[in-house]
């Protein structure tokens, strides 16, 4: 009865092609946005917006870059997070190098060259493609983290590769506490989600989709294939690199390699997995499901074995952790593979037709 | 020369115990289709649970053949409860539930066996062969000796196997073409059930391997790892390609562990040590640039 379109009739193309065709979809978006910039900051404490909303956001973003790559690019990889490590790694060396340079550039050259280092690893995805291209990212993965950690450069002679990251200052102004931090990553993350959302229904997303359905069926109607692949690993490296430098601004402070391990890009590819793969909406769920389930067990597992009496270590969480992560990803596999995205969507259908189902 | 002999050949026997972790993927591959990435987990399981086993009072008979019959029980419910579930997917959905499949190991193997790194005795001890070393002054461990002929036993006993059983022929039959197998009466899900059997046991004996070298623990998952080049370099679907192809991997990360450091390190200064952790990765992705297919992988041919 709400959530429908009837009566809304495109007049002119412009219409037809928006972002969000459906005037509900539309209001929704900027209620949400308005929640996110106006509600969130006078009601969340310290603890929300450091713990949870910023790394929700920081992630989300990583999740959009990989979901670019490989829901809707169709080419798995394993190694978003050293994509991350090297938006990080470049932001404070351009902060670092360049005199005065504005924090905001700097993420953009994070992003640049982390999209530029993206490109020389997705070379090999002419040639190669599935679990081959697995192996060539895993590849990008531990060269790239042993490399920050070895050449003494990157981090400016720290010892063992830590990075303290500079202040952020934008305009004069410093976003020092975590509201005004949150604020930044939040204006940050919806330009480029919107900006991504625009990407997939444009030209460039219909070819990468067309791709990663069959690319032989897409070369033959006329789309370039290692221009559309080098592509979609550049946008994706691109985000990640800035989620990267995100991470080390504006969430952690002081990052050393090692902390963007295989482990962290598993993370992400089960945040794309679960949250539904070549969704926009989808990365933000992964990202919210993956981030909360960890803090909901810390909580639920010790309540639940106080329960029934049982022995309980914080080593057992850790282990019950992994393995929750890995049966639900067999299960969306297996019963949604289009993840939480996809039910959302169902959701709106079966809205659509409420209250007479027919 | 002597030296870098002795790097050679120990590299090429610890390049023997990546060949026994890859030769479980290329079995399961080649049946089925489907690239296990759960089978460095599955090479922590079984070492878990033999160790587990052996803490419980078992004698080493016992508790391999208990850890046998797990990995099996394993296998076959991982093929019934989620391969068979996944059929007519992509290969990357199949590939993505594996990645899942290999976190669910790895949280319940530690959960059901305990987590602290043990030892693992089985008999063998890791100390150089003493002919060896007075006659020609080289360090080659009796233990590398010895997993090297387990493995060639093993492979010997699987070619054998798949050359003149029934079941091997079966098998060989649905690695060639599911439905033509499927057509003149194979069991197809009987058959997988028997891989994911075999490929338990073959990770059985190389968890056993390398907990004795190395302890168990979870590291071993991440060493399991380094099997994904060895398979780039050998070819997915060859037998032989997973061991040529480990020992290429163990020889030359030995060798650029070794020698680049040192060379880096009067190029550009500083320490550059842990060269082993990507060297494969890197070398299988140049692999790869040459000859996609692998060294004895089959040429794939796409059709539209």
Same mark, same amino acid.
């Given at each position: 009865?709400?959530?429908?379109?009837?009566?809304?009739?495109?007049?002119?193309?412009?219409?037809?092609?928006?972002?969000?065709?459906?005037?509900?979809?539309?209001?929704?978006?900027?209620?949400?946005?308005?929640?996110?910039?106006? %509600?969130?900051?006078?009601?969340?404490?310290?603890?929300?917006?450091?713990?949870?909303?910023?790394?929700?956001?920081?992630?989300?973003?990583?999740?959009?870059?990989?979901?670019?790559?490989?829901?809707?690019?169709?080419?798995?990889?394993?190694?978003?997070?050293?994509?991350?490590?090297?938006?990080?790694?470049?932001?404070?060396?351009?902060?670092?190098?360049?005199?005065?340079?504005?924090?905001?550039?700097?993420?953009?050259?994070?992003?640049?060259? &982390?999209?530029? %280092?993206?490109?020389?690893?997705?070379?090999?995805?002419?040639?190669?493609?599935?679990?081959y291209l697995a192996v060539a990212t895993l590849a990008a993965q531990f060269f790239i983290v042993w490399c920050l950690t070895k050449f003494p450069w990157f981090s400016n002679h720290s010892s063992s590769g830590v990075i303290s990251a500079q202040k952020v200052v934008i305009l004069g102004h410093v976003f020092a506490s975590p509201r005004e931090k949150y604020l930044l990553v939040l204006s940050i993350v919806a330009v480029l989600a919107l900006a991504a959302k625009n990407m997939a229904r444009s030209s460039t997303g219909r070819a990468w989709m067309a791709v990663r359905d069959?690319?032989?069926?897409?070369?033959?109607?006329?789309?370039?294939?290692?221009?559309?692949?080098?592509?979609?690993?550049?946008?994706?490296?691109?985000?990640?690199?800035?989620?990267?430098?995100?991470?080390?601004?504006?969430?952690?402070?002081?990052?050393?390699?090692?902390?963007?391990?295989?482990?962290?890009?598993?993370?992400?590819?089960?945040?794309?997995?679960?949250?539904?793969?070549?969704?926009?909406?989808?990365?933000?769920?992964?990202?919210?499901?993956?981030?909360?389930?960890?803090?909901?067990?810390?909580?639920a597992l010790p309540w639940l074995a106080g329960l029934?009496?049982?022995?309980?270590?914080?080593?057992? %969480?850790?282990?019950?952790?992994?393995?929750?992560?890995? &049966?639900?990803?067999?299960?969306?596999?297996?019963?949604?593979?289009?993840?939480?995205a996809r039910l959302w969507q169902i959701g709106k259908e079966k809205l659509r037709l409420w209250p007479f189902p027919h | 020369m002597r030296f870098f002999l002795e790097v050679l050949i120990s590299g090429l026997l610890s390049g023997v115990m990546y060949s026994l972790v890859a030769l479980g993927f290329v079995l399961i591959y080649k049946a089925s289709g489907v690239f296990n990435f759960a089978q460095g987990a599955m090479v922590y399981l079984a070492a878990l649970a033999v160790v587990g086993c052996m803490e419980k009072g078992a004698p080493l008979w016992l508790a391999v053949l208990l850890a046998f019959g797990i990995m099996t029980l394993f296998g076959i419910a991982t093929e019934k409860f989620v391969l068979r579930k996944l059929v007519n997917q992509p290969p990357i959905a199949l590939f993505m539930a594996t990645i899942g499949l290999a976190f669910f190991i790895e949280g319940l193997a530690p959960m059901v066996f305990g987590s602290d790194p043990r030892a693992l005795d089985i008999g063998i001890v890791d100390e150089p062969i003493e002919a060896i070393?007075?006659?020609?002054?080289?360090?080659i461990s009796k233990f590398d000796l010895a997993a090297a002929a387990i493995a060639a036993v093993l492979v010997t006993t699987l070619a054998l196997f798949f050359q003149y059983t029934r079941i091997g022929r079966a098998l060989r039959a649905v690695a060639d073409d599911h439905q033509a197998a499927l057509s003149i009466g194979i069991p197809l899900q009987h058959i997988w059930a028997i891989v994911w059997g075999?490929?338990?046991?073959?990770?059985?004996?190389?968890?056993?391997?390398?907990?004795?070298?190395?302890?168990?623990?979870?590291?071993?998952?991440?060493?399991?790892?380094?099997?994904?080049?060895?398979?780039?370099?050998?070819?997915?679907?060859?037998?032989?390609?997973?061991?040529?192809?480990?020992?290429?991997?163990?020889?030359?990360?030995?060798?650029a562990e070794i020698y680049l450091p040192a060379l880096m390190q009067s190029a550009f200064g500083g320490n550059f040590g842990g060269i082993e952790g990507w060297f494969p990765y890197v070398l299988a992705l140049g692999f790869l640039l040459v000859r996609p297919e692998g060294l004895f992988g089959e040429k794939h041919i796409d059709r539209v």
């Open positions: 009865m709400l959530y429908r379109e009837a009566g809304q009739f495109k007049s002119s193309y412009a219409a037809d092609q928006q972002l969000f065709p459906i005037r509900q979809d539309r209001i929704g978006i900027i209620l949400l946005l308005a929640v996110a910039f106006l %509600v969130i900051p006078l009601v969340a404490g310290e603890y929300w917006f450091s713990a949870i909303l910023i790394p929700f956001l920081i992630f989300a973003l990583a999740a959009l870059g990989l979901n670019i790559l490989t829901g809707y690019a169709g080419q798995l990889s394993l190694g978003s997070a050293a994509f991350m490590a090297v938006g990080a790694y470049a932001a404070y060396n351009f902060q670092l190098r360049v005199e005065g340079i504005p924090i905001l550039f700097s993420f953009i050259g994070a992003g640049l060259t &982390a999209a530029g %280092v993206g490109i020389l690893f997705g070379l090999p995805s002419l040639w190669i493609k599935g679990f069959m690319d032989v069926a897409a070369e033959v109607i006329g789309i370039r294939l290692l221009p559309t692949k080098l592509l979609a690993f550049a946008v994706s490296s691109f985000y990640c690199g800035v989620a990267g430098a995100l991470y080390a601004f504006c969430y952690l402070g002081s990052v050393e390699p090692d902390g963007f391990s295989l482990d962290m890009s598993f993370r992400i590819l089960f945040m794309i997995i679960i949250g539904g793969m070549g969704s926009i909406l989808g990365s933000f769920l992964g990202a919210a499901f993956i981030l909360l389930l960890p803090i909901f067990l810390d909580i029934f009496g049982l022995p309980f270590s914080n080593a057992t %969480v850790s282990h019950i952790q992994i393995l929750v992560f890995g &049966a639900l990803i067999m299960f969306f596999l297996i019963v949604e593979p289009h993840g939480l | 070393l007075n006659g020609w002054g080289m360090v075999v490929a338990g046991f073959v990770a059985l004996v190389a968890g056993m391997l390398w907990g004795a070298r190395n302890g168990v623990q979870f590291a071993l998952t991440f060493t399991a790892l380094k099997a994904l080049p060895v398979l780039i370099i050998g070819g997915f679907t060859s037998v032989p390609g997973a061991i040529v192809g480990g020992l290429i991997i163990g020889a030359s990360e030995k060798l």
